[in-house]
């Protein structure tokens, strides 16, 4: 299985490289050993003491644990949370088929289960592997100030023993702030792809603060994608922009697009953001003068060459994704990250070893240098501003973690075997780690 950085697939990964298997059969099949959805958390809390940073009290939160995995699958992320709500959202099963089950985040109690649903059926020869199971994930995103959850899955719909069916993903819809259980989606979308044999890697369903998007790679090796309006299932596909690109963000002003062969970025027929060059870029008007880095929170994040002294280094620039206006910017070497993040408050945001303070619009660089040894790659940002990562650009098991104060952009070194947060919220942190017994265990731990 190839090394990711999407940090609930390390996760997984975790458990399939020990031997540890779910409850389920490599077929995805349920056996009679899988809980109930509907089974609250104990007052008891934490049943499973973790070595966590001290700003979080590992004896207080709550715990769930999906120990229905198969030993093979195809790996997308089984947890989401919602900053809005304040909820943590997980996919779990029943003996009638998956649901997908949302918490308080603070006390652990059930806001709702939705009822059980059979995804698509699996493609032939999908996932990863030719013999893994590809299992539903779940998303949030936000439209017109309300947040959703989105169940989804990549399958074949429509066809029987006799036709083909299409390549599809579905998404079911469901308010985050629903109740009760069985709970019906408000909507079921269908949206056609053509994804590559290898599978689920290459699909991304996710909101980059713009609204819910899915990003696929198809056959030819283009990269497709769409926005989708989760109220009344419309889908804004990027066609003529992405002609001329490909789709990273859908915005109200128009899809942002990176070029396929030198990664400028640009709205086309509206912006080229070699317009919004940060003070220090080196030709900033050359074609290739840019490329994408990331998205999150409605911000792009850009890599630009800058001039210090003799020796040319990375420059990374945030811009506001509708507009292309440039906010701020710093010199950095390793500004790589497959995945950028945010804190809860949309305040902080991070790619790589490189962090923004957007209210101070200042930028820090946490890469290796003269006086450090090692770079921290940022995974996560808590909302007083501490960001949470690695040593090293890979979620793996027995890495060094460390802790970074953006007030300051001072690292500090965790102790050995403690984990950091793998998404934040405003008082909790989610921990994502393999279980004692089968599965993942989600661990969500209030601050101190």
Not at 370 to 394: C, F, N, P, Q
């Amino acid at each position: 299985m190839r090394r990711t950085r999407s940090v609930v697939s390390v996760a997984l990964t975790a458990l399939v490289l020990a031997g540890c298997g779910g409850g389920g059969s490599p077929d995805g099949s349920k056996d009679s050993a899988t809980p109930s959805a509907d089974a609250a958390p104990g007052p008891e809390g934490p049943s499973v003491l973790l070595s966590v940073p001290s700003a979080y009290d590992p004896e207080q939160g709550w715990q769930q644990t999906l120990d229905w995995m198969p030993e093979d699958y195809s790996a997308q992320p089984l947890v989401a949370v919602g900053t809005r709500t304040d909820t943590v959202a997980y996919v779990d099963t029943t003996e009638d088929g998956y649901v997908v089950q949302v918490r308080d985040a603070s006390t652990g109690t059930v806001r709702f289960t939705s009822r059980p649903w059979e995804p698509p059926a699996p493609m032939e020869g999908g996932g990863l592997l030719s013999h893994s199971v590809q299992l539903p994930s779940v998303a949030t995103a936000v439209q017109d100030g309300r947040e959703y959850v989105v169940l989804w899955a990549h399958g074949e719909t429509g066809g029987d023993a006799l036709n083909k069916g299409k390549q599809s993903v579905r998404l079911l819809v469901f308010p985050a702030d629903a109740s009760g259980s069985a709970v019906a989606p408000a909507r079921q979308i269908d949206i056609p792809v053509e994804v590559p044999a290898l599978g689920e890697d290459y699909i991304q369903v996710a909101d980059f603060g713009t609204g819910l998007e899915v990003h696929w790679e198809s056959e030819n090796t283009d990269k497709k994608a769409v926005a989708v309006d989760v109220t009344s299932g419309t889908l804004d596909r990027c066609a003529d922009a992405c002609a001329e690109g490909i789709g990273r963000v859908g915005t109200d002003e128009g899809w942002v697009v990176s070029d396929r062969s030198q990664g400028a970025v640009s709205m086309p027929g509206t912006w080229d953001l070699r317009d919004a060059a940060p003070p220090g870029a080196k030709y900033p008007d050359d074609t290739g003068s840019n490329e994408f880095v990331g998205v999150t929170g409605g911000r792009l994040l850009t890599r630009w060459q800058a001039e210090s002294g003799s020796v040319m280094r990375s420059l990374t620039a945030l811009h506001d994704a509708a507009t292309g206006k440039l906010e701020t910017s710093i010199v950095c070497d390793r500004p790589d990250g497959e995945k950028a993040v945010a804190s809860p408050d949309g305040r902080f945001v991070a790619v790589g070893t490189v962090a923004f303070d957007l209210q101070q619009r200042s930028g820090h660089c946490l890469d290796a240098g003269e006086e450090r040894k090692a770079g921290v790659y940022i995974w996560s940002i808590a909302g007083g501003g501490t960001a949470y990562g690695t040593l090293d650009d890979t979620r793996m098991d027995n890495e060094q973690t460390a802790e970074v104060d953006l007030g300051t952009g001072t690292p500090r070194l965790l102790p050995e075997g403690t984990l950091v947060p793998d998404l934040t919220l405003k008082s909790t942190g989610v921990f994502l780690s393999p279980s004692p017994t089968d599965g993942l265990l989600i661990s969500v731990l209030r601050t101190q």
